[in-house]
């Protein structure tokens, strides 16, 4: 791939390697967040809703698109038969199989544009904060089809995005990643917020305020909070995504 492609898949900040080296949690959510609990907390509650999403039928086939460090792993691997991780980091995916390697799970370095998997095969894909970082809209389409062409008729594609309404961050607001789903075939199922960016409890779990015992209440507590209270004009809202492919 081009150089100049590459930095479309980076963050304007480390690249995916160096955050790699930082470990499983905060190579892929905070690398500042150095007592590990701000990230243990945002692990449960993303993990919770993608639980939920995917319910507990066991399908044939996961396909977790820029998997990172491999933190989903033992989720998705109980609901199908066959989990494929693919990653555009080499060193991510070197993180990963570390993470998975007691698991019957694939894991595929990606050049970020052509999936390694043939059409209509994958029954249900997610993905977490991956897309976000994808910043020209143009190469998002095609990941985007990519993505859509790998999943069989009626498959779901389930991810967590940033999202926002304040036009200073650098985000894309709801709209567009409602517009980019359409353009790609994909119907909308669901759509809501689960998380605050700087929702104020936050701060005491930062801080270790909250003992870790309480952080599955605290993660329900606001993801019905966000159902609530929907969106803040200035900060950011981490968004579920449920989409099926028409
Ligand atoms: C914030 S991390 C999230 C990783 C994982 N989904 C998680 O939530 O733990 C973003 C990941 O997306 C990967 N990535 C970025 N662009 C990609 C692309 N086009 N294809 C595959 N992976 C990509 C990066 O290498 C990085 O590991």
Redesign the pocket.
Known sequence: METEQLQH??TSGET?GK??EKGKLP???DPRDLKGRKNLYIDIL?KRAIQKALGKEKRKFIL??????G??SDLLVRRCEFMLG????KE?LDLAKDECEQKDIGLAL?D??NLPIKDEKVDAAI????LQ??TDDSLLNR?LSEVQKSLKPGGKFIC?EQVTKNKKRWQRDLKTYLHLFEQNNFKKVADYPIRKGHFLLLYPIYFGLIPKIFFKVVANFEMILRKIFRHSLRDYHEYFFEMKKI
């Open positions: 898949f980076q995916w955050l790699a190579a892929v959510i993303q977790d698109f820029g998997c990172g460090s933190r989903f693919v990653e555009i980091t991510m990606f970020g544009l993905s977490v904060t991956v970082y994808i990941v967590i």
